[in-house]
């Protein structure tokens, strides 16, 4: 079911000259297509620090390229060499100019003052933005090329296997830890398979010269970054160490995306030089706590403060593991040795969903991320351990006589106010605030399970009339001092949308807008289907924890969900359409009927079934309805394209969760699918499809 160009009033591409068959360019042009997606979100996260707190910038930069790249491949005359030309460019450009972030104010979702180098983030977001959709247009075009010459189904097949290989490929090379080198070389391989061979010679030397050249540069790049002794990778950031002395004492500076995180220090010479270390074993009633939990434990320090008063066990839960590997190889004590220490590599949230130990004393250490959750707009790593109900679940795991404590660099007395109301609210009582310092303001909340439990320097004087109410699981933007989306995000929003706008019509050559008018509904869907995918990705994160595992289960699992519908499509006589978006509205109201706040009440078995049931039937159900109506379109790429620039409307309007919390986007996400179902075409309507 090939287009035919004089019908879609499009130019006729010049046959892509290839060896091989168009199923495996399919196949490994998406590959190409999602690895390099999710390698650019980490790189450059990694390198300019503005992008660990806006990672789906990048994402929706992607989404942008990938819809021009599909619209482009039914008029390009040539192969994408600019791609691989400004992938060599970007990777140039940032690796000249890094940028660290000032991370101050109390209008972002994070928190933090840094000084900012580099180039200023209005210069560095359009750029990455930019080269992002360009970069990803190139994939993008060679995978529309294949969809010109397949049915639409099986194209679509084809380009979702090609999908959960990229996404298998790059969650593998996670785990093992493989530096961006391995990455870089996985896409110049994959650029030089798809746009060099089967060309004449003189002809093969060119594309080769365009395509190599830049690719190779971006590999000198990645090579010396790799290749540094002090950088390493985990899952979540680039980590970087560095050794000095200060009195003496060796000391341990691990830095993460370019931001200084934590330090290595023996626990005697810590408290010695910051004794509000200590005040969470001064402030509990009960001394020398037997079991104690460690929330955010990272190289150890934190542990061996907790042995050193008293301590017979530590559970030592931390996320990263290359952080924990640091502190066992590095620290110099040696917390991770002792025998008295049990380490977990978890989510802090997730661990106490899953075990009924009861512990002594409860301490969140220092948990600031400094990064987002990969496909969540708002999401960080530990946002579901500040919520009211994370501090009803630590109350829950305390034994008698027990207390709960955290304490972090806070920086504003809103911010300490606002953890210290959300403690006296799960506890029933008030909690012990000490703040130390003036400008810093680094404080210390510890609250007994009974007011009994606690020994407080002084009385908290309670939360002022303008403190934020507490944190929620719904939303859980614990540094989101107003009640409204921040200025800063919707300038952002709306010129990502201009962008869009300009962007689509410039590559699509005046054509674009016409040829996707017809499929109003299809771009409707595909912005439903984002905010679905952004609804699941953090509802598995709050039931199971926000590691990187989670989210490529997650990321691969909605894939999977929608291969299902196409291959049930392909195979199966399926409902009309009217009957397929009923099911739908049904598991949006499912999802909206039972919470994640249910779900959390449930054994961890019970909950993975029934949280991929509710999970994933809608998802299910709108590709139904997607594959049905795709097959039915005149010009597959234009309608393909549409779907794709939808996507990018849900990308933006994810940021609503801000306002209205991540329940609240099964409810834009149902207005979205009604447009959708209104706007599908009067002869499907009215053939009941």
């Known amino acids: 079911m090939a287009v035919d160009s004089s019908t879609t009033g499009t130019t006729a591409p010049q046959h892509w000259n290839s060896p091989f068959g168009v199923k495996p360019r399919l196949v490994a042009a998406s590959a190409l297509m ?95 933005f930019v080269a992002a959709a360009v970069v990803l247009a190139g994939p993008a075009e060679l995978v529309g090329r294949c969809f010109t010459e397949l049915p639409r189904l099986t194209a679509y097949r084809y380009d979702l296997i090609g999908s959960l290989s990229g996404i298998v490929l790059f969650t593998v090379l996670s785990f093992l830890g493989a530096p961006p080198v391995w990455w870089g070389l996985l896409v110049t391989a994959g650029f030089i398979a798809l746009m060099v061979p089967g060309q004449r010679a003189t002809a093969a030397v060119l594309s080769g010269a365009l395509v190599a ?89 934190d542990v061996a403060i907790a042995l050193r008063n008293g301590a017979r066990h530590v559970d030592a839960v931390e996320i990263d593991p290359r952080l924990r590997d640091i502190g066992r190889e590095q620290h110099p004590d040696r917390p991770y040795q002792d025998p008295r220490v049990t380490s977990h590599i978890d989510d802090g949230r997730a661990f106490l969903s899953r075990t009924d130990k009861k512990y002594d004393l409860i301490l969140l250490a220092l948990p600031d991320s400094l990064t987002l959750v990969n496909g969540a707009s708002s999401l960080r790593l530990e946002s579901y351990l500040f919520t009211e109900q994370a501090f009803e679940s630590a109350r829950d795991h305390l034994a008698p006589g027990g207390a709960f404590a955290m304490y ?84 952002t929003i709306g010129l990502i949308l201009v962008a869009g706008l300009i962007g689509v019509g410039v590559a699509g050559g005046g054509s674009s807008y016409r040829r996707m008018r017809p499929y109003a509904d299809l771009f409707l869907l595909g912005a439903g289907f984002m905010l679905l995918e952004t609804k699941s990705i953090t509802g ?110 849900g990308g933006c309007l994810e940021y609503a969760a801000l306002l209205i919390g991540f329940d609240g986007l099964i409810l834009v996400a149902a207005l979205l699918y009604i447009g959708a179902f209104l706007l599908r075409p009067k002869s499907l309507a009215t053939a009941g499809r």
């Open 34 to 128: 999602l690895f390099l997606e999710l390698a650019l979100i980490r790189w450059t996260g990694s390198n300019v620090v503005h992008l660990s707190y806006f990672s789906n910038f990048v994402l929706l930069g992607s989404f942008l390229g990938i819809g021009i790249g599909i619209l482009r491949a039914g008029r390009a005359q040539r192969l994408p060499y600019y791609s691989p030309v400004m992938l060599g460019l970007l990777v140039l450009v940032i690796a000249w100019k890094p940028v660290t972030v000032n991370r101050s104010g109390d209008s972002v979702i994070y928190f933090t003052s840094l000084d900012t180098s580099g180039p200023p983030v209005w210069v560095i977001l359009p750029i990455v």
């Open 213 to 301: 050249t830049p690719l190779l540069a971006m590999l000198g790049v990645l090579l010396h970054e790799s290749t540094r002794p002090e950088n390493s990778w985990s899952p979540y950031y680039k980590v970087q160490t560095s050794s000095s002395t200060h009195e003496n004492t060796p000391l341990l500076t691990i830095t993460v995306n370019g931001v200084p995180h934590q330090q290595a220090i023996p626990a005697e010479k810590r408290l010695q030089w910051e004794p509000q270390y200590g005040l969470p074993y001064e402030r509990a009633a009960q001394k020398n706590p037997e079991n104690v939990l460690i929330i955010g434990a990272g190289s150890g320090t």
């Open 408 to 491: 972090n660099y806070y920086r504003e007395t809103w911010l300490i106010d606002r953890l210290a109301s959300t403690a006296q609210k799960a506890f029933g009582h008030k909690p012990c605030v000490d703040k130390v310092g003036d400008d810093l303001q680094q404080a210390v909340v510890t609250v007994g399970l009974t007011a009994a439990d606690q020994s407080c320097g002084a009385e908290w004087a309670g939360a002022s009339a303008t403190t934020p109410p507490p944190a929620t699981d719904n939303r859980p933007f614990l540094y989101l001092f107003t009640d409204r989306i921040p200025s800063l995000y919707l300038i």
């Open 540 to 649: 598995f994160a709050l039931l199971f924890g926000t590691t990187w595992v989670v989210n490529a289960i997650v990321f691969a699992g909605v894939l999977v969900a929608v291969l299902a519908a196409v291959e049930v499509t392909r195979k199966f006589r399926t409902p009309p359409l009217k009957t397929m978006y009923v099911v739908l509205f049904g598991g949006l109201l499912l999802s909206w009927v039972f919470p994640d706040s249910w779900l959390l009440g449930m054994p961890v078995g019970l909950r993975a079934i029934v949280a991929v049931l509710i999970a994933f039937l809608p998802i299910f159900a709108a590709n139904v309805i997607f594959a049905k109506r795709f097959t039915d379109t005149a010009d597959g790429t234009a309608g393909f394209g549409a779907n794709l620039l939808g996507a990018l409307l």
